[in-house]
């Protein structure tokens, strides 16, 4: 078998070393009742051709979305990722090193989590971030944890752009946690509207910008009203290239800024693996979850980079950890930096606006709809629409005709009464003519 | 105050010799090695490496929401950022090099196959979202893959969705409390667990709001049994024990522990990290187990990336499987669908959401092409070849360390401890830092706990015997020289590493955590 | 100077007590990077969690070896927490405890004990 390295002349040799006469010798503590003779009810091993095959059967019956005409946003958005970026993560080095524990000959990792840090930091407009957390979603939720633990108060409050997704996460992780939480119906527009909620038993105020809907809020009137309370606010980002063209949470004043990354580096991979950025005030970064790097000198004076603050983590704190985790997304927030880094503060920029662009020509294309109603007043690269009859039964139809049309509001929330609502999202993959295509269809269909 | 003994130097002690190999070069370069700035620091850092058409100004909705301060983001161009990174990437250990021994990691050869299935368009680029008649494929390959892991396991349900395996460990615990309250049996509110456990074990029974009681231990490494019973009760939720264990043990009075368990009311939850000793010869759900996370990234070879992307998902017992998170994978006439609402028709009872998405869809690509290629017999090879590597390696040792629990096989792991350094003055981190300089990653050291001075090494089934030939031929010559007193060469080690030893204190104690652009001083050991 | 089996020292003024670590448990922690010293006002029991010190590698609770009111936090360790490990049983004290109960001070065992207790560790 082509993984395994050992010839049976090897394992009689090393058998004999071991000083027992056959391999179920070293079995002997399992108990009897639970040892196999044979193998289990699975097909035998298979060469790379067979297994090709069948793979590829699988993957074919997937419609992908560079087939054709694509709009789905709602948490994770379709990007070009350059040819590099994918290259350097199949490095050996990097594909297959591990967690850098011996820093001495992990620098490589070491100095991108560093670097990786710096950028987060800027884009979030905040002090510090750390080396990564699984998403975007889990990073919402460790944030709440993490306001609970500053402020002593066991309450969250959620406004009605949060993605309902991130809602139910970040529900299933408080409530166990004994942290209660608040969520305001679903809103196109109204992030101000958690403010009414916000009292003396508040720990935080979690809103999104751009929200589920697409909508940019300016949230600093929410952060005065937080800080008054004495609770942090959250900020929660979904699209990372927005940080490209709109102002920065912490500008706007959040305690912390949590996003999904994966807009950057990271294909749609069906949900995942994704990578959660996960920034704050410095004056809370002992309170924070997740890895961290830091830098420091060698025995020679030469600058290097370690994992630190290491007591928050659970493998020395154990049961007083700030969290459980135990890995970050590690080689997805190296194609991150990688794709940053090509990118540059100039190269942002023109996706960002770039992605705006194609939204508002899909807008347009889209007003132009008979039936067809713009939701959303104020938006960056993804918006709703409002179409007549179930928003879920049009996207099902235009698949048939080979558009993607979007993520129906239903589909995140059942229950919201939004069942008419289409989330479209647009970027700088989107073609011109498929904009043109899904809005005939469209009108088309509408007419029917 | 609690004391603890995994006190140990975090900082170079001033060193006797300046560690020089001889020979200094006129720019500090080192051949291949090269000093490689941060991309903050680099001259010209405001280009950028990707071409795209020029943009409209934004439109007027929003103004007063633009970013208009500098970010502060350098950008390269393709030729300079390959450079840098290929530069940096030089200066990682990876196990496409060498054997990397690390207890508990299981660091086995990451199979380029499964990299090329995962990046087949069919399945990276693919929205979660997108209607779930336009994934069949990706849905029948989740519900292949979770086959496979029942099977292997004996349980009757798995969830997909955890996204490493501390995730997969709150999930069991989640499920576990969900159980408990349908049952009425809320106020269990304490989680047994090993004083061997791994940290993320006690941690995530805290972070949910549960007691964490320790389990002793026996002197040949394993659980407790008396002291567990005397430690079950009304008001214990679940135990939490890992097995093989965190020694390198396999637990022979597992199935009694399960017993006692069920018969106090509580659940068996198991740590499966070391599932790679047993897969395909042993079946946890044989054992009375409840529920088990199975690392994607250790027992299925899903690649380590620096620290991630991992996956883990949770096998489930019939008591436990109606609590399971969302999304649900339903097979019915009309194909593959997921439930994705917790109270839905179809998951009315599932605890709720691990995270927004399905699960770690990369990852179930790379380890179902790990699992048809090695098939049910190449697994049950796998687990006794990496068992077979784990004994040769403790057997060619022996007598020149200190095995922990020198009686009866081990499983996939080997664990020692310092004993046979008394008297050195050399330490466990020392001597793993001298094998750097011998071209070997360290072992897993200070872990588990329970063991002074522990050096847990993972062989796994992918080395040559040859390979571990070779790694058993470097230790024995370190052991023999840390015997004879040669205590600078590991003092001052490692040498020939990119970097000699860091100063952890110092980046604790003035933690700079990012780069910074205002001119700052260099940090300085005091 | 007084010590507790759990390595804590007393020194008492009038009805205050000073209390840190001791140069044993110093030792034993390795460089202390992050000292969280108890807030002002806060009562304590005896035997219950004071404070918070940490290494690089270990955390440790620093439990109380009097019962009272805090008074003072030593706010030096915040910037120089190595002071821990240069003078655990004098600038690096943790707090000032103003004690509830004078009468604990005596069980408590002077050097000489404290000596012999670690001589059987």
Known sequence: ?448 | MSMNNVGRPTRPEAAANDGSTGHETLTGGRGLLQDEALIFELDGWNKTGVDLPKAAAPSDDLAGLLRDTPIGLPGLSEPEAVRHYVRLSQKNHAIDLALYPLGSCTMKHNPRLNEKMARLPGFSDIHPLQPQSTVQGALQLMDRLAHWLKTLTGMPAVALSPKAGAHGELCGLLAIRAAHEAAGNGHRKTVLAPTSAHGTNPATAAFVGYTVVEIAQTDDGRVDLADLESKLGDHVAAIMVTNPNTCGLFERDVVEIARLTHAAGAYFYCDGANFNAIVGRVRPGDLGVDAMHINLHKTFSTPHGGGGPGAGPVVLSEALAPFAPTPWLVHDDDGFSMVEHAGEEGARTAFGRMSAFHGQMGMYVRAYAYMLSHGADGLRQVAEDAVLNANYIKARLKDVMSPAFPDGPCMHEALFDDAWLEGTGVTTLDFAKAMIDEGFHPMTMYFPLVVHGAMLIEPTETESKQELDRFVEALRALAGAAKAGETERFKGAPFHAPLRRLDETLAARKPRLRWKPVATAPLAAE | MRFTKDHEWVIVQGDVATVGISAYAAEQLGDVVFVEVPEVGKTVKQGENLAVVESVKAASDVYAPVSGEVVEGNAELGDAPETVNALPESGGWFAKIKLSNPAEVDALMDRDAYEAFLATL
């Open chain 1, 1 to 448: 078998m082509r993984y395994l390295p050992l010839t049976p002349e090897d394992r009689v040799e090393m058998l004999g070393a071991i000083g027992v006469k056959s391999i179920d010798d070293l079995f002997v503590d399992v108990p009897a009742s639970a040892q196999r003779a044979g193998t289990v009810d699975l097909p035998l091993h298979a060469g790379e051709i067979e297994v090709e095959r069948e793979m590829a059967a699988l993957a074919r019956r997937n419609r992908s979305a560079g087939e054709g005409a694509f709009f789905c946003g709602a948490g994770a958005y379709r990007h070009h990722v350059p040819a590099t970026v994918d290259h350097i993560i199949q490095r050996s080095e990097f594909l297959t090193s591990y967690t850098p524990y011996q820093p001495e000959i992990a620098q490589g990792t070491l100095q991108v989590l560093f670097e990786f840090q710096t950028q987060v930091a800027a884009l979030t407009g905040m002090e510090v971030a750390n080396a990564s957390l699984y998403d975007g979603s889990t990073g919402a939720a460790e944030a709440v944890m993490m306001a609970q633990r500053v402020t002593r108060r066991n309450k969250a409050v959620m406004s009605g752009g949060v993605h309902p997704h991130y809602v139910e996460t970040i529900e299933t992780l408080a409530h166990a946690a004994g942290v209660s939480t608040q969520a305001m119906a679903p809103a196109i527009d109204a992030e101000d509207a958690v403010i009414a909620a916000i009292d003396a038993d508040t720990a935080c105020v979690v809103v999104q910008t751009p929200n589920v809907f697409g909508t940019v809020t300016d949230v600093t009137k929410i952060a005065e009203a937080a800080h008054a309370a004495g609770a942090l606010l959250i900020v929660v980002t979904t699209e990372a290239v927005s940080y490209g063209l709109l102002k920065s949470p912490g500008e706007m004043g959040a305690d912390i800024a949590v996003a999904e990354g994966q807009s950057i580096g990271n294909g749609l991979n069906f949900g995942g693996p994704y990578v959660g950025l996960f920034a704050c005030k410095e004056k809370f970064v002992r309170q924070m979850p997740g890895r961290l790097c830091g830098e420091t000198v060698d025995a020679d004076g030469r600058r290097g980079f370690v994992l630190t603050l290491s007591t928050r983590e659970q493998h020395i704190r154990r049961d007083k950890a700030t969290s459980n985790i135990c890995t970050n997304s590690g080689l997805c927030a190296l194609a991150f930096s990688i794709h940053m880094s090509l990118l540059g503060e100039t190269g942002l920029r023109q996706l960002a606006a770039l992605n705006h662009q194609k939204a508002v020509a899909l807008r347009d294309a889209l007003a132009a709809v008979p039936g067809v109603e713009i939701l959303t007043p104020r938006f960056f690269n993804e918006f709703a629409i409002k179409v007549p009859g179930s928003a879920a039964d049009m996207v099902e139809t235009l698949a048939g005709h080979g558009v993607i049309a979007g993520v129906p509001f239903s589909r995140l929330d059942a229950g919201a009464g939004l069942d008419d609502v289409l989330l479209v999202a647009a970027t700088e993959t989107t073609l011109d003519v498929d904009i043109t295509f899904f809005a005939k269809l469209l009108t088309k269909m509408v007419a029917q």
